[in-house]
Nanobody, 126 residues
């Protein structure tokens, strides 16, 4: 059973930056595709970014391309989401997700991931 714990959320002004971290335990981290999703109030959970387990290839939804960077440190069993030039519409609870030897691709469904963290709140003020 993989356990995921997110951290790094908070309140930031528009144009600012945050770095989210997701620490994994209970599995061989390098074997897991990792994803970040977000859910704003009243909206469905949506894909943000993913990174493959084999080649660390990265994928982003269009609205964050060029502003967000997903990365992983297999030695630390941690995946990161660097978020720059944040906008009020980025406000949401951000979740990390893991899938054993899963496929990482653009605009994935949340159904493609088995393991989820508890989420961390990101609030961007105008």
């Amino acid at each position: 059973q993989v356990r995921l714990v997110e951290s790094g959320g908070g309140l930031v002004q528009a144009g600012g930056s945050l770095r989210l971290s997701c620490a994994a335990s209970g599995g061989t981290f390098s074997n897991y595709a990792m994803g970040w999703f977000r859910q704003a109030p009243g909206k469905e959970r949506e894909f943000v970014a993913s990174i493959s387990w084999r080649s660390s290839s990265t994928y982003y939804t269009d609205s964050v391309e060029g502003r967000y960077t997903i990365s992983r440190d297999n030695a630390k069993s941690t995946v990161y989401l660097q978020m720059n030039n944040l906008k009020p519409e980025d406000t949401a609870v951000y979740y990390c997700a893991a899938q054993f030897r899963g496929i990482a691709r653009k605009d994935q469904s949340s159904n493609e991931y088995t393991y989820w963290g508890q989420g961390t709140q990101v609030t961007v003020s105008p």
